[in-house]
């Protein structure tokens, strides 16, 4: 049993605590670490096993993807999923972390770690005179670096800026042609997005997802150096195509895959698809269930 007893994602103060009640979610659904991984790679997601125990040790705060993919693997909800998100981006702004970085607030259950000491404590004591010429030379150089620091501060005294918590939700989410392009991390898109078909090659995955609440689709493809361009069509005839090298790169969390910018599509997509090309075949799959991996014949072939 946990020594803080239940906790609920929105009660917990820091990282420490968020670790704690991601692990009573771990141990309400009676899962392995194995299964977990399991179950996220039926969801097209990745969630390495030693990832997932360091996240559940609390030695690092998970990134909001590496999140989402255990709460899905979980059977979380969205709604649900959207207060595990939100607790997660208002613990990693006040504490000033970003995803996957060493937690400083607590380390074990109930241990917090020991107040971090002031940087100016941890220089060593300056030998100044208090009589003579080093003393004054001392006194007169910090009183011109005060005078030079206080005629360089803008009107109305210092800005303060706040931290970036990197979360998928930073920015709002879009909707159907306000979607248009843009990354589905960035835009809130991945709290609901749902797989609605894939087709696994040589070469990996090739995903197709669909968000209700961004009514858009985007493609997740195994990273692979033979690929070669992805072509994706919605299902009222638009169409995206571009190089490998422009997909983005997933969080360090779940690096194997790349990812497609979004196309609007309607709340139930019908005959949308999408085609990765590799340099010896092409996988296409669709949102009607249709799945084709077709193999390039080879110059000694016929």
């Known amino acids: 049993m946990e020594s803080l007893g239940e906790l609920r994602p929105e009660q917990a103060r820091d990282a420490g605590e968020f670790a704690v009640a991601l692990r009573q979610l771990k141990a309400c659904t009676g899962l392995t670490y194995r299964q977990l991984e399991e179950r996220a790679a039926e969801h097209g997601d990745v969630l390495a096993r030693s990832t997932l125990a360091d996240v559940l040790s609390g030695r690092t705060t998970p990134r909001p993807e590496l999140l989402i993919a255990f709460l899905r693997a979980c059977g979380v909800g969205p709604a649900e999923m959207r207060t595990w998100i939100r607790a997660r981006e208002r613990i990693a702004a006040a504490s000033g972390t970003q995803g996957d970085e060493r937690v400083a607030s607590a380390t074990r259950d109930g241990e917090r770690a020991p107040e971090q000491v002031p940087w100016w404590s941890r220089w060593p004591a300056w030998p100044v005179r208090r009589r003579g010429v080093v003393g004054t030379v001392a006194l007169l150089v910090i009183v011109v670096i005060a005078g030079v620091a206080y005629i360089a501060m803008p009107a109305g005294g210092p800005k303060v800026v706040k931290a970036s918590s990197g979360s998928a939700a930073a920015s709002s989410p879009c909707g159907s042609d306000g979607c248009r392009g ?121």
């Not at 835009?187 to 078909?197: I, K, M, P, Q, S």
Request: net charge positive; hydrophobic share 30%; proline share 7%.
């Open 182 to 302: 843009k990354d589905p991390e960035q835009h809130g898109c991945l709290y609901d997005g749902r797989r609605v078909n894939s087709v696994k090659t040589e070469a990996g995955l090739v995903n197709f997802f669909h968000s209700l609440q961004c009514r858009s689709l985007w493609a997740e493809i195994s990273h692979d150096p033979a690929l070669v361009s992805i072509y994706m069509k919605n299902d009222t005839g638009e169409a995206l195509s571009m190089g490998s090298r422009h997909l983005k790169r997933t969080a360090p969390s779940a690096g194997t895959m790349v990812r497609t910018p979004m196309l609007p599509s309607a709340k139930a997509p019908r005959h949308a698809e999408v085609c990765a090309t590799y340099r010896q075949m092409e996988a296409c799959v669709s949102t009607d269930n249709m799945t084709r991996v077709k193999p390039y014949p080879t110059q000694s072939a016929g």
